[in-house]
């Protein structure tokens, strides 16, 4: 569903747009849904990771001059920052041509680089798109599928994988991948050894409010140098980071982000946790659900959702605060219980923050009401009522 949603709206913005970045982090599949697009012109594919397609664009003005009729799709862009500007002066050119949009469709894994180059020259010609792994709801609707999901992520070649030790596998092949060779490639001058060790203690921490320095301190490095790394891992899309609720409400209020490892996956594999029967008998199963359902429903949330997290120090809390863009609050609680209680605490923080509404997330079973505001909801179900939201609906 989510797949085929992007591809719709991916075509829709090709044709609105001169271009495009589709942005993701590494094997979500941004090149297979590139090279599947059926369009009404002529594609041209480049791979900057092929030596061969970089040294084309020894001179990318010239070359990519030869393809004005076509889309060019260049994979990896944020190799090659300089081509920017070149692209700025392509499209301006063919728009002066008549030719107003789908001249360029960039396909990226490292958000800072790209972002930052593309805003600079391609600010007002460029639409930006986001693939996620697998979500939930392209999967079969069973409560075995659910679970595979958390237990592996939703990489495609994790999730589909035909055992566990293939899957388990790929997973690790892919945390060395970036800590040996992209993060690096992100200017990171520290030993892999070194990047893995922060990545796991990242792990341990899931759903937690970090201390960035206290890491720093375990791992001989400064609280900047652990902060960048920190950016750089968000900036790949490996890592979230939740921001508080905030609002003068006479409150002490927890003003950092709490911290999720995006793909349940990469997490599990991190921790050294491979199978269900170790997750479940972990301290971070709870931790890890949160994130888990954190992300699916980031993932469906409707354009113009602002989402955070609000805690006080005095430890009333909400998982996810919701906002629609009507100014109404949806209070999210995650719980990894079929039988779920409200809380005095949840009720404190609703009414602090102004919800309308309040949803306990549990992993299965039916919908039932605990409170006039409040409900149990399977996260399939909180799904399909997210995607289908309105303003009336709420």
């Known amino acids: 569903m989510i797949f085929r949603q992007i591809t719709q709206t991916l075509l829709k913005r090709l044709n609105q747009s001169?271009?495009?970045?589709?942005?993701?982090?590494?094997?979500?599949g941004k090149t297979t849904l590139a090279r599947s697009l059926e369009l009404d012109k002529p594609t041209h594919y480049l791979d900057l990771e092929r030596p061969s397609d970089l040294a084309k664009l020894a001179d990318p003005e010239l070359y990519l001059s030869g393809f004005g009729k076509q889309l060019v799709i260049i994979d990896e862009?944020?190799?090659?920052?300089?081509?920017?500007?070149?692209?700025?002066?392509?499209?301006?050119?063919?728009?002066?041509?008549?030719?107003?949009?789908?001249?360029?469709?960039?396909?990226?894994?490292?958000s800072p680089d790209l972002l930052q180059q593309s805003?600079?020259?391609?600010?007002?010609?460029?639409?930006?798109?986001?693939?996620?792994?697998?979500?939930?709801?392209?999967?079969?609707?069973?409560?075995?599928?659910?679970?595979?999901?958390?237990?592996?992520?939703?990489?495609?070649?994790?999730?589909?994988?035909?055992?566990?030790?293939?899957?388990?596998?790929?997973?690790?092949?892919?945390?060395?991948?970036?800590?040996?060779?992209?993060?690096?490639?992100?200017?990171?001058?520290?030993?892999?050894?070194?990047?893995?060790?922060?990545?796991?203690?990242?792990?341990?921490?899931?759903?937690?409010?970090?201390?960035?320095?206290?890491?720093a301190g375990s791992l001989g490095i400064d609280g900047k140098t652990a902060r960048r790394y920190?950016?750089?891992?968000?900036?790949?899309?490996?890592?979230?980071?939740?921001?508080?609720?905030?609002?003068?409400?006479?409150?002490?209020?927890?003003?950092?982000?709490?911290?999720?490892?995006r793909d349940s996956g990469i997490l599990h594999s991190l921790?050294?946790?491979?199978?269900?029967?170790?997750?479940?008998?972990?301290?971070?199963?709870g931790a890890s659900?949160?994130?888990?359902?954190?992300?699916?429903?980031?993932?469906?949330?409707?354009?113009?959702?602002?989402?955070?997290?609000?805690?006080?120090?005095?430890?009333?809390?909400?998982?996810?605060?919701?906002?629609?863009?009507d100014g109404k609050i949806l209070a999210v609680e995650i719980k990894r219980t079929l039988s779920p209680k409200l809380t005095p605490g949840m009720v404190e923080s609703m009414e602090t923050i102004g919800a309308n509404q309040g949803v306990i997330i549990i992993p299965g079973g039916e919908t039932f009401p605990i409170s006039k505001t409040v409900k149990a909801m399977n996260l399939r179900s909180f799904l399909k009522m997210l995607n289908s939201i309105s303003p009336e609906k709420f």
Request: proline share 6%; charged share 20%; hydrophobic share 40%.
């Open 18 to 28: 001169p271009a495009v970045a589709l942005l993701g982090s590494r094997q979500v």
């Open 77 to 110: 862009v944020q190799r090659s920052p300089d081509l920017f500007p070149v692209l700025r002066s392509l499209i301006d050119e063919r728009r002066q041509a008549g030719e107003k949009t789908g001249h360029f469709l960039l396909l990226g894994s490292a």
């Open 119 to 215: 805003s600079e020259t391609l600010a007002g010609r460029i639409s930006y798109l986001e693939l996620p792994p697998l979500c939930l709801p392209e999967l079969s609707d069973t409560s075995e599928a659910q679970n595979l999901h958390w237990e592996r992520g939703g990489y495609p070649e994790s999730y589909l994988a035909t055992d566990l030790e293939t899957s388990m596998q790929w997973r690790e092949d892919f945390i060395t991948s970036y800590v040996e060779r992209y993060l690096p490639q992100q200017g990171t001058t520290a030993a892999p050894v070194l990047l893995r060790r922060f990545c796991t203690m990242l792990a341990h921490q899931q759903g937690a409010t970090i201390n960035l320095s206290k890491i």
């Open 230 to 261: 920190l950016d750089l891992l968000e900036g790949l899309y490996l890592v979230r980071a939740l921001s508080p609720w905030s609002s003068n409400v006479g409150k002490r209020l927890v003003k950092s982000a709490k911290i999720y490892w």
């Open 271 to 285: 921790l050294g946790l491979p199978s269900m029967e170790q997750i479940l008998g972990h301290p971070i199963c």
């Open 289 to 325: 659900w949160e994130g888990y359902c954190i992300e699916q429903i980031l993932n469906q949330a409707p354009k113009g959702f602002v989402s955070s997290h609000y805690r006080t120090h005095a430890g009333a809390e909400i998982d996810l605060v919701l906002e629609q863009p």
